[in-house]
Nanobody, 117 residues
Framework: QVQFVESGGGLVQPGGSLRLSCAAS????????MSWYRQAPGKEREVVAI????????SYADSMKGRFTISRDNAKNTVYLQMNSLKPEDTAVYYC??????????WGQGTQVTVSS
């Protein structure tokens, strides 16, 4: 079945960096565009970044441009999110999934990112 295992979150001070990883399985990973999403408390889940199936094209939500970088390794069925210059408003649970998603209605557990001094 579909599985996403997100990791790499944690507590970081404003201005710090984190690198998230998401290992995917249960579908043909390199056939799909992938996204990172996030959901802050009391808010709707939102798209953070998108990467094409080959990795050749990326796009970002406006507030993440220049700070976040999405990448993928199709040999490892893994998608990454490098997050720099983190702000308190980046605090959320981060998920990966296909784009559009969720594939077969499934979401992983996500990884918590907390930006606080």
């Amino acid at each position: 079945q579909v599985q996403f295992v997100e990791s790499g979150g944690g507590l970081v001070q404003p201005g710090g960096s984190l690198r998230l990883s998401c290992a995917a399985s249960g579908f043909i990973f390199n056939n799909y565009d992938m996204s990172w999403y996030r959901q802050a408390p009391g808010k709707e889940r939102e798209v953070v970044a998108i990467i094409s199936s080959s990795g050749g094209r990326t796009s970002y939500a406006d507030s993440m441009k220049g700070r976040f970088t999405i990448s993928r390794d199709n040999a490892k069925n893994t998608v990454y999110l490098q997050m720099n210059s983190l702000k308190p408003e980046d605090t959320a649970v981060y998920y990966c999934n296909t784009r559009p998603g969720p594939i077969r209605g499934y979401w992983g557990q996500g990884t918590q990112v907390t930006v606080s001094s």
